[in-house]
């Protein structure tokens, strides 16, 4: 039978390669370090899951929920803007809750997107940023930038090569997969630009929290005028480790925030009462459960970057996220990314995710999650030592999984 249309435009899941292989060989009782995956393993913290087992033995809770956030949860958000940004937003107009970041990207390109519309994605990207858009019969033009000089100009050459005119810019700063990080200034040229060419900004900040430096990561928000042009979405899966009870935020431009929350409405009924409230009460603590996930990230990152340069794998010390944009190692370079991520499960009981699932111009990286605790990314280390060691002696032996029979 043939396959219906939105999912013919959809790639093969690279990742699912990863995982099928990565839950072979754990049925064959390997001990798979996994650092693919972006999912937290640290509890959420105590005082948020009290909360919640408070507020849940109220049955009237039990009932249908607001999809687009009860008003505490909006006056939460709203009053964390103010606190960390200095962005003053009105919870009723341009605060949303959504199921998470990715479940308000994917609503809102239903919201805004005609067939046709052309949507300018950096390329690699986290997929839902391109795929949201191309599901909703979108069309992406791909940008190789990062978040510095050369951005605008590959975004004019993105205008002036686009029929129709492009409707919206995508930005994702800290960015998942790359790390990089985007400064106010950087906000600034890109605000301006998009306010003389009539493009929406769709910005992505759900590793806001997670910085390493002292140089807490700049919303796109704090521009003056930005909220004519902006929508920016929040998550609280990383910040406060609730990846399972998906509640994040899109805020801004009133007109935008008004079409995404007329299209939840038809879609759901919001998060379960008592995961808003919880998600509340986080949002209007004093700090110390970020600042104590933050403080874990810092020292992992650390231990990876020490231990896997020891290992003979060097890989760039990320400023924020979660995650680390390794370079593969030249050797390997020629089989890309998904092919040196199943060899690094075969012979080195490590997972990551192949750069190539994130967009093209990602091939010659892998993403190192931060997801395990520093005693397991030292034996990952190890593990990966030994086996560019064994290449080193014996490189005939190690042989790209596609290539035999």
């Known amino acids: 039978m043939e396959e219906f249309h939105k999912v013919r435009r959809l790639p093969p899941y690279v990742f699912e390669q990863v995982n099928r292989l990565k839950a072979s060989a754990r049925s064959r009782g390997a001990d798979i370090i ?73 609503n809102m390109a239903q919201a805004i997107t005609a ?41 004019e050459r993105g205008i002036r090569h686009s029929i129709p005119k492009p409707l919206a810019l995508i930005l994702n700063y800290p960015s998942n997969p790359t790390a990089l990080v985007a400064s106010l200034d950087f906000y600034k040229d890109v605000v301006a630009f998009a306010k003389k060419n009539d493009i929406i900004i769709l910005s992505d900040l759900a590793y806001s929290e997670i910085y390493f430096d002292g140089n807490p990561p700049p919303s796109v928000l704090q521009v003056p005028g930005a909220m004519d042009v902006c929508v920016e979405f929040t998550s609280m899966s990383k910040t406060f480790s609730m990846p399972g009870w998906r509640m994040g935020f899109a805020v801004g431009n009133e007109r935008l925030i008004s079409a995404l929350t007329r299209v939840k409405s038809y879609l759901d009924y919001g998060a379960f009462t008592p995961i808003q409230v919880a998600a509340a009460h986080a949002l209007n603590g004093d700090g110390a459960d970020i600042e104590e996930v933050r403080e874990v990230y810092h020292k992992r990152r650390d231990v990876m970057v020490d231990s896997f340069s020891r290992a003979g794998w060097t890989i760039p010390a990320p400023a924020a996220s979660m995650f680390a944009w390794a370079p593969i190692p030249e050797q390997f370079r020629h089989l890309g990314s998904l ?17 190539v699932g994130f967009g093209e111009h990602g091939d010659d990286y892998v993403r190192v999650a931060l997801v395990e605790n520093e005693h397991r990314i030292r034996q990952a280390a190890r593990n990966i030592k030994k086996f560019l060691a064994t290449t080193a002696k014996q490189p005939n032996n190690v042989v790209p999984l596609t290539a035999r029979r």
């Not at 640290?42 to 049955?59: F, G, M, S």
């Not at 300018?120 to 990062?146: D, K, W």
């Open 339 to 355: 092919e040196f991520s199943k060899l690094l499960i075969e012979h080195a009981d490590v997972a990551v995710a192949p750069g």
């Open 34 to 106: 996994d650092l693919g995956m972006g999912n937290p393993d640290l509890p959420t913290p105590k005082a948020i899951v009290d909360k919640l087992c408070e507020v849940v033995r109220d049955p009237r809770t039990h009932r249908y929920s607001s999809s687009r956030g009860i008003p505490g949860l909006r006056r939460a958000q709203a009053n964390y803007y103010q606190r960390r940004f200095g962005v003053k937003l009105n919870p009723d107009t341009q605060v949303v809750a959504t199921l998470g970041s990715k479940e308000g990207f994917a």
């Open 115 to 155: 067939p046709g519309d052309v949507i300018l994605c950096p390329n690699p990207t986290y997929p839902i940023h391109a795929f949201g858009f191309i599901m909703s019969g979108g069309v992406i033009r791909s940008l190789q930038v990062e978040p510095d000089d050369g951005f605008i100009p590959a975004v």
